[in-house]
């Protein structure tokens, strides 16, 4: 089965997540592809419904280098938007369209076929994975991955584009600012306590976030701003991000609300930590309560690790592309494993904005690219 067929088998699994559908049939066919090109498996639910496929080389080597995907996708929005049917797999103009395609049944399938071909040929234990909660968390699959086993290296083929490595990722803070008051007639308000006016006193106030500067280390600066124009990195990208997502508040426009709420998305670049950053937070908020709601902390593999090295000679000696280094804005499972001191890479082939995206698709191009220099990569590593 070529690549390509196999990411349009991937993609007409419905793996959304939420609200978490169709996971058992895709680990069965991902079982069942490694089991009819020899390879053993097995699927494990660290937690019941959320099942983990996993499948070794047995090499005895002390060497450990684990490839980890992950197989859920997330919802595909108004289904009337898509030009094809988004769990069709539908192969059109050497493009593979569908949910997922680009992040990252496109770079599973790559995994799948490189693991199947090399495994028993190289001098080290090559473990391969495929997650099912990525979309939501990672904490029901790569986490309890990280607990498990301690790699040398973790490769993850999620979208970085064939030309690029993505070596890190911000870290997140998520917190709800919860405002009360006193309920009143809306036509005599100074007998209340507006909620809202204290949440919003409480916004103005936290915007304030996104202005301080933060030391990032020097070996990180170009990676973080290697793919974001220079204005947005120096807003979004250097310092901390601010976006208010979630707003609720009051029952009626005539009542003095005596409840309001925000939940807020915060990015923490390296340089600071979510302590020192919820820190922040707590000195600017004074109306209200501030309830902490998801947070990590930002991670990366050094630009001149050994291994990252080494994938940008294999890159330029296949492609003939110097490849770029970048840190990202969002997260992926790789924080699980760097938490541990691990060595994480993130490289695969992907669509830069298709993630996500209505008409989502991968290229040809793209999945074979990355083919090849995972496969040279794998096969050369030690």
């Keep these: 089965m070529e690549i390509e067929e196999l990411t349009s088998k991937l993609i007409q699994f419905p793996t959304v997540n939420p609200p ?10 991902i079982k069942d592809y490694l089991s009819s090109q020899g390879f053993s498996s097995q699927v494990i639910e660290f937690e019941k419904g959320w099942p983990v496929v996993i499948s070794e ?37 050497d493009k593979v369209y569908g949910r997922g395609s680009t992040d990252m049944k496109g770079g599973l399938a790559v995994f799948m076929k490189v693991f199947t071909e090399i495994a028993d040929k190289v001098n080290y234990n090559l473990i391969f994975t495929a997650v099912p909660d990525e979309e939501s968390g990672g904490d029901k699959g790569s986490k309890y991955l990280a607990d498990r086993y301690k790699p040398d290296l973790v490769l993850i083929s999620e979208p970085s ?11 997140l803070l998520q917190v709800k600012l919860i405002a009360k008051g006193k309920v009143a007639h809306g036509s005599l308000p100074s007998l209340g306590e507006n909620a809202i006016m204290k949440l919003v006193k409480d916004l103005i106030q936290l915007e304030k976030i996104k ?11 170009e990676a973080m701003t290697a793919r974001i124009p220079s204005e947005i990195a120096k807003n979004d990208v250097l310092r901390i991000s601010f976006n208010p ?58 630009p001149d690790n050994e291994f990252v090295k080494k994938l940008e000679n294999i890159i330029y000696k296949q492609l003939g592309i110097k490849a770029k280094k970048y840190i990202i804005t969002g997260a992926t499972d790789g924080r699980y494993f760097r938490y541990k001191g ?10 830069l904005g298709m993630a996500h995206a209505y008409d989502e ?22």
């Design 57 to 93: 080389n047995g090499n005895k080597n002390d060497k450990l280098i684990m490839l980890n995907g992950h197989y859920d996708v997330v919802p595909t929005g108004d289904v009337n938007k898509w030009k094809y049917n988004p769990f069709s797999g539908k192969i059109i103009d």
């Design 20 to 29: 978490a559908e169709n996971l058992h049939d895709c680990a069965s066919f």
């Design 342 to 351: 691990v060595p994480v890479i993130v490289y695969g082939p992907g669509e």
């Design 245 to 302: 997502g979630v707003i609720k508040g009051g029952v009626k426009v005539n009542v003095v609300p005596d409840y309001a709420e925000v939940e807020v998305d915060m990015r923490i670049p390296p340089g600071i930590n979510s302590g020192e950053a919820l820190n922040i937070v707590r000195s600017l908020v004074k109306q209200g309560e501030i309830i902490p709601l998801d947070i990590s902390e930002p991670n990366y593999t050094p």
């Design 161 to 171: 584009g064939s030309d690029s490595i993505n070596i890190g990722e911000k870290g």
């Design 361 to 382: 698709f991968i290229s040809f191009k793209e999945l074979r690219n990355s083919y090849t220099v995972i496969k040279d990569y794998l096969l050369t590593l030690f």
């Design 211 to 221: 202005e301080i500067e933060i030391k990032i280390p020097d070996n990180l600066i």
